[in-house]
Nanobody
Framework: VQLHASGGGLVQAGGSLRLSCAASGRTFSNYAIKWFRQAPGKERVFVAG????????DYADSVKGRFTISRDNAKNTVNLQMSSLKAEDTAVYYC?????????????WGQGTQVTVSS
């Protein structure tokens, strides 16, 4: 599976962006997908995750109520809808494929997409 993250850009605080993680390969629907972000000088941290079926989701406390993760296995795509963006959401966002929402090892990573929120 190859993952390609896209949709980043520059947005004003309070605005919205939708990130997409597009996957190649027939086995995309076998994987849970998680989004991470890494701000300059900081570690990469978990943002949101969705199970292979889409029935279960998980969010970091910092984004709950503002971000929504969804997937369309027919299109091999996972989306992260980000609303009410804050300056502290500025980071490079990565998607990763893993065996389950509870897993802590990641088999595949996307290349990252930059999100910049201006205050």
């Amino acid at each position: 599976v190859q993952l390609h993250a896209s949709g980043g850009g520059l947005v004003q605080a309070g605005g919205s962006l939708r990130l997409s993680c597009a996957a190649s390969g027939r086995t995309f629907s076998n994987y849970a997908i998680k989004w991470f972000r890494q701000a300059p000088g900081k570690e990469r941290v978990f943002v949101a995750g969705i199970s292979w079926s889409g029935d279960s989701t998980d969010y970091a406390d910092s984004v709950k109520g503002r971000f929504t993760i969804s997937r369309d296995n027919a299109k091999n795509t996972v989306n992260l809808q980000m609303s009410s963006l804050k300056a502290e959401d500025t980071a490079v966002y990565y998607c990763a494929a893993t065996t389950s929402l509870s897993a802590r090892t990641y088999r595949y990573w996307g290349q990252g997409t930059q999100v910049t929120v201006s205050s």
